[in-house]
């Protein structure tokens, strides 16, 4: 109900959070933030930080005293607690039970099985001889093996080879899932919507190319360049992943393109992504204001692209670390449909995300042009 009397309350005070919150400027929502940091990028527009971990239970519990609607911007945080305070009644987005999977990347992929969704052949081990044990089961001479829980943006996901394990030269730090190393994919995302009354919608495909240094998205744009039988398979079989959990939220389903065609789950993040950010502003409805609708019961928004759009994301360089400013500033705002963002980080370290810029065109050729006229100018200095 507009206007909304309640608080909404978010796990994380990241850059994820502080675009939740702009989002639904026009509606006036307040935001309650939990994060270790009072200076957190939130800060600027939240109405209140509380202090303290993401795995604080008590804390947790303090922040949901003050909210009717709970939700969180990064997975790795206290699913255990979460439970508790919606065994007790409060609505929590998505459900505790759904985050609890998603932590655990062998209950993903073991998901992904129970309800026939394709993903890379894989099996679990709990240490390097039951990985060896097993590793001839897949095919090829490279495996992914990814740690189960806590990793992100590459960390916890090594490359190995089957030479490497036999001779000893690799060890699992612990349980893990091992993956058939799948060569030249591309990488897709689709932004899906659930409201708590099972209605599903989903956005238009984003094509991603990753930084294979640092494993982060580098660039990605939407639509993506597919064919319209692609594009439609790639959406129904995020939609049906979306449909398995029977739950509200916003979610980003990460698709693999094999070689040979075949669509591929990769994994799921329960939260607005990386992957969506240019929804800000080449979407009727962005995926912050998809997850502030979502929060507030109120309906789906139309998810149809105005235009064309890139995210180049602007991350700190290699040696960079202190107070920074964003380089041709005067240019890159010059540049019609190009649209800065910056998460108010205090300071700058090499690969950490520091903002993000969203460039729209009338089609896509245009767009790759005025994109990398954007990468070329783009960047920081330290001050
Ligand atoms: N089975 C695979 N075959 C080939 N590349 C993979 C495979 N699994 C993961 N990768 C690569 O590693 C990246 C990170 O893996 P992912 O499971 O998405 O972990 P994270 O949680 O760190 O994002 C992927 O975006 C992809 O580039
Ligand atoms: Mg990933």
Partial sequence: MLPYTSKIGIIGGGQLGKMLIEASRPWNIEYVVLENDSKCPAWLVASEVIEGGLKDAGKIQSLAEKCDVLTYEIEHINAEALLEIENKGKVVIPSARILQIIQDKGLQKDFYTAHQLPTADYFLATDTAGIIEKMDSLPGEKLVVKQRKGGYDGKGVDIVSKEELRAGNWNTPGPCVVEAFHENITEYSVIVAADRHGNLVSYELIEMYFNPLSNLVEFLFSPAEVSPDLEAECREIALNAIK????????????????????????????????GHHTIEGSYTSQFEQLNRILLDLPLGDTGMIKPSAMINLVGGEGQSGRYRLKNERELLDIPGVYVH??????????????????????????????????????????
Avoid: Q
């Avoid at 389903?253 to 070689?259: G, I, Y």
């Avoid at 729209?360 to 990398?372: D, P, T, V």
């Fill in 244 to 275: 398995a959990f029977h739950g509200a939220g916003l979610f980003a389903v990460e698709l693999f393109v094999t070689n040979d065609a075949r669509v591929l789950v990769n994994e799921i993040a329960p939260r607005p992504h990386n992957s």
């Fill in 342 to 383: 910056l998460y108010n980080k205090a300071e700058i370290r090499p690969h950490r995300k520091m903002g993000h810029i969203t460039v729209m065109a009338e089609n896509l050729s245009a767009l790759m042009e005025k994109a990398g006229k954007v990468r070329n100018l783009s960047g920081f200095e330290v001050i």
